[in-house]
């Protein structure tokens, strides 16, 4: 820890994706119309996979240290040297960030060979892999950043991706709003983001360790403890919070959340790779990076929690009313990262980070699963309008039932082993409320991916004929990334068992280092541990999650009517307020949208009344003053100038005879000048 | 060495065809005549090189001068024009005018000549030059040595740009034949 | 120095050779007859340098510049040449008073 193994190849697993940018950017389009997409694909996925190789090496590299000293350092030069912030360009390579960059390279890598396939008629082809490859470098520059502003640094490029890759399609108005929704709702965040930085460097500062490097940070973070903060909280707790928030923009978390369903506008692969597997994830990466702070905070951890939790259960139950195929993943996924912010929360980080990668294997699948079932609808994304897809995509729903039953939590599919172990960590914690509404979630979210399961694969179709003709399974470059990602969905899970079935957990291991400051271990060891009720709750979230699958095989696939009366609680009205997402968007368009209209308007009439007054009258005087110096410059001025150039072309005309144009004249003219040259000095010397 | 009488006597000698020739290169009418005389001129200009203790100097004149640029020279006389057509080929104006100036500047030229004090420094053995020269070339003066064949080398490729007869090329192979 | 050939002489043959080649680029209106003046007075001045070079004791500075100011006398006139070649290709003549198109 003390020094760090200091490495020269981890920039490139950064720079690779950067180079496929540049090119894709730079050269893509002469490339594609010359050379065919085939150069795009290659540089798009071979850059990616170069990095995931490379990946695989840092990582071997990593598991021959011993467990204590698994830290990589590669410093490329300096940044930023003001006053006491010394910033530097470099990459922080621990276990976490390893985890973090196999996922980005290897899902990211795989979802690049499936956008192949997906993308492949698009006319900015190059376009896309290069926002693609853009994201790739932004979100590894986030996980590596050796100290937090490199950090935000990488935060912002991918919000930046995932803006234009959201309004990818910029020609329907519907999607570039979307982008900007996503834009400006995470700058909300952002906002939060840097201020807690601020204050962080100026708390270091005054305990005496101004610096924002990480590992530094996590070096001195005891000194920051019972630090005063502002409106009454301690410092950590300010910081932690404003971060938090900053998380919920990124990660999509209650109130944060509204932008990422929108974000549903972009291609598939999109939302695949950043709206579920990686980018949202920045903020649970973000929390688990800076567990030394947070442990350090309980308020913020109960916040984190709570926030979590409720958002879990909510977007679970918006998302058993959907019908667009990717918003019910959408709000799946905002659940799924509920899950793993109560994971985080509670103190459970590893749990948290396992649930993360689980889920980017699982969530991965279903939404390429998705953009494999939308490509052969051509385009149709309403559920309503399936069915039956079982026979003619066989590949998609098997891959895509394995990530059903991962993401309900059923053993042995990865999910089971992730979401249990949470959903235990809540209670182990002592917070039995949330427990109980992540145990109810569980539940609502076996209801509605089987929902969704039923609607898609299941029964008649219910498309038009021409769709029915046209259906297909998707070509190999797709089903290749849905078959990866569905095996991994099935085995991810076992290299993290629960406690009650066997001491088995080489992930926890591989992680212990980054999770090792004295506040985290006080937190972890808070837990209780009762291997009995341990199983009695995976046991009692299994009958849960059985009785959401039944019912929805009841309602839709046996098409039983028998639960209509849901639909008419309280007159009609619970159902439409979930149908409607609790109208949390309305409630922004009411609020600050409408209060920032309403100013931005009265500034219009002020800009169009006064200031513009102010400026017409400016303009007329400047008229006035135009006119005078127009006179003064037509009679004064140029009666000047056309005096001088008269005399000069009375001038020329005179000196002209003197250009004979006849050499020997000019010859007469240096021999006698020559000669009178002589002839005057030697007058002089006389 | 110079102070015996055969050397002055070679020495006036020289400088009297020298003079003559020069005289002929610039008052004969006839621009061929002009130009053999300055072989002749240069020829003696060679001799007093040899008189100068410079016999690598006199021998670079004879060869690139006289066999050189003399028959360049001569080339140039015979592709212009008809070499009969005389009344227009050598035509002087303004000879009057021409001596006056020359005479006044020639005037001066002789004062400054004669009045300065030269400073003499004392005759050195002679001997050949060639390897002096040669050393020379190679050593102190090898950048100007260098820049000078550069300045060849672009004089060599202008004049073939510059006289390159720019007709356009034969539309069959009958004037190709012709040519060559 | 009794009858001996000093530098003067040398100089005297010089400031002659000199003159005649200014004499005949003044007078000659043709162009091959301007260029055999400018000939003369190159060598004029060669005389002086191997003169000086001779009598003034540094005997390669002198001798060299003469060689160098023969080669650019072949470069001139090589050049010189063409372009009266040209000149003559154009105008069917070489006489400097008929090359007037540029003159204002």
Sequence with gaps: ???????????????????????????????????????????????????????????????????????????????????????????????????????????????????????????????????????????LVLVLADNLWLMFVGWEGVGLCSFALIGFWYKELSNTAAGNKAFIVNR?????????????????????????????????????????GYFGMSLVTFVTLLLFAGATGKSAQIPLHVWLPD??????????????????????????????????????????????????????????TQNDIKKVLAYSTVSQLGYMFAAVGVGAYVDGVFHLMTHAFFKGCLFLGAGSVIHAMGGVQDMRLMGGLRKRLPITFWTFLAATLAICGVPPFAGFMSKDAIIWDSFAHGQPALWALLWVGAGITAFYMFRQVY??????????????????????????????????????GFVELPGFIGRFDPFGNF?????????????????????????????????????????????????????????????????????????????????PVAAVLETSRASAWFDFHIIDWIVNFAATLAVFSSWLSGRLDRYVVDGLVNLVSNLTLEAGGRMRRLQTGSINGYLYGILAAVTLALLVRAVLRA | MLNSLAAQAIFYVIAALTVGFAALVAFSRNIVYSAFALVGALMGVAGV????????????????????????????????????????????????????????????????????????????????????????????????????????????????????????PPADGAAEKGRS | M???????????????????????VLTRRNAIGILLGIELMLNAANINYLAFAFFGGARYDGQIFAIFVIMLAAAEAVIGLAVILAIYQNLRTIDVDATETLSG
């Design chain 1, 511 to 591: 992680l212990v280092p980054v999770f090792n400051s004295p506040a985290t271990r006080r937190v972890a060891q808070s837990a209780i541990e009762n291997r009995g009720l341990e199983a009695g709750f995976g046991v009692l979230s299994l009958a849960l999650v059985a009785a959401g699958w039944f019912l929805a095989d009841l309602i839709y696939r046996q098409g039983s009517a028998s639960f209509e009366w849901v639909g008419e609680i309280w007159g009609g009205a619970l159902y439409r307020t979930v149908l409607n997402k609790y109208y949390v968007d309305e409630a922004y368009a009411a609020g």
């Design chain 3, 2 to 24: 009794g009858g001996g050939i000093t530098l003067e002489h040398f100089l005297v043959l010089g400031l002659i050779l000199f003159l005649l080649g200014a004499y005949c």
């Design chain 1, 188 to 228: 909300v965040g952002d906002w939060a983001f840097v201020v807690a930085l601020y204050s962080l460097f100026t708390g270091l500062g005054a305990a005496g360790h101004p610096t924002l490097v990480i590992r530094d940070v996590a070096h001195w973070a005891p000194a920051l403890a019972g630090m005063p």
């Design chain 1, 1 to 139: 820890m003390e020094h760090p193994l200091t490495v020269d190849f981890v920039r490139w697993i950064v720079l690779l994706p950067l180079a496929g940018a540049a090119i894709n950017f730079l050269a893509g389009a002469r490339l594609q119309r010359d050379f065919g997409k085939r150069v795009i694909s290659l540089v798009g996925c071979g850059t990616v996979l170069a990095a995931f190789a490379l990946a695989v090496y840092a990582w071997a590299a990593m598991l021959a240290l011993p467990p204590a000293d698994r830290f990589m350092l590669d410093y490329l030069w300096r940044w930023i040297y003001v006053g006491k912030l010394r910033l530097d360009i470099a990459f922080w390579l621990d276990p976490l960030s390893m985890l973090m960059v196999l996922i980005i390279t290897g899902v990211g890598g795989l979802i690049h060979i499936y956008s192949t396939g997906y993308m492949h008629e698009d006319e900015s082809y190059w376009r896309f892999f290069g926002w693609l490859n853009l994201f790739t470098f932004s979100m």
């Design chain 1, 455 to 492: 609607m898609t694969f299941f029964g008649e179709f219910r498309g038009t004929h021409d769709q029915a003709h046209h259906l297909h399974e998707s070509p190999p470059s797709m089903t290749l990334a849905l078959v990866v990602l569905g095996g991994l969905s099935v085995v991810g």
């Design chain 1, 263 to 320: 974000a549903m506008a972009g291609p598939t692969p999109v939302s695949a790779l950043i709206h579920a597997a990686t980018m949202v994830t920045a903020g649970v990466y973000m929390v688990a990076r800076l567990n030394f702070l947070f442990s350090m905070a309980p308020a913020t951890m109960l916040a984190i929690s709570t926030v979590g939790t409720l958002t879990a259960f909510f977007a679970a139950t918006i998302g058993a």
């Design chain 2, 49 to 168: 090189y040899i008189l100068l203790a410079a016999d690598f100097v006199a021998m670079v004149q004879v060869l690139l001068y006289v066999g050189g640029i003399v028959v360049l020279t001569i080339f140039a006389v015979m592709l212009t024009q008809g070499i009969g057509d005389l009344a227009v080929s050598n035509r002087a104006v303004g000879p009057g005018a021409g001596l006056a100036v020359v005479a006044l500047a020639g005037a001066v030229m002789l004062y400054a000549t004669l009045r300065t004090p030269w400073h003499l420094a004392t005759a050195v053995a002679v001997a050949s030059t060639t390897y002096g020269i040669g050393n020379a070339f190679l050593g102190v003066y090898v950048l100007p040595f260098e820049i000078a064949s550069l300045v060849l080398l672009a004089a060599l490729v202008g004049a073939v740009t510059i006289s390159r007869q720019d007709t356009p």
